[in-house]
Nanobody, 126 residues
Framework: QVQLVESGGGLVQVGGSLRLSCAAS????????MGWFRQAPGEGRKFVAA????????YYTDSVKGRFTISRDNANDTLYLQMNSLKPEDTAVYFC???????????????????WGLGTQVTVSS
């Protein structure tokens, strides 16, 4: 079982930036992937971005392309999400997630992930 802890959320003004971090512990498979999802009040959990742990390839939902960057630090088992040009519609709780079979599953689907963090709140004020 992989445990995940997010950090870095907060309150930021429109156009500002935040960097989210997700510290992973446990046995991380070389075939795995990790992703970020977000959930706004009254809505379901939605895909934001994903990256395969030891293979190339990053994936983004259209609304964050060009503004958000997902990256990983394999040596420290940490996942990041750099968020720039933030908009009010980016306000949500952001969750980090781990997928043990990252080469096989659809990384845009929440059901593909095996472990989840508790989330970190991001609020963008206008």
């Amino acid at each position: 079982q992989v445990q995940l802890v997010e950090s870095g959320g907060g309150l930021v003004q429109v156009g500002g930036s935040l960097r989210l971090s997700c510290a992973a512990s446990g046995r991380i498979s070389s075939n795995s992937a990790m992703g970020w999802f977000r959930q706004a009040p009254g809505e379901g959990r939605k895909f934001v971005a994903a990256v395969r742990w030891t293979r190339s390839g990053t994936y983004y939902t259209d609304s964050v392309k060009g503004r958000f960057t997902i990256s990983r630090d394999n040596a420290n088992d940490t996942l990041y999400l750099q968020m720039n040009s933030l908009k009010p519609e980016d306000t949500a709780v952001y969750f980090c997630a781990y997928c043990s079979l990252g080469f096989l599953r659809d990384l845009t689907l929440s059901r593909s992930y095996d472990s989840w963090g508790l989330g970190t709140q991001v609020t963008v004020s206008s």
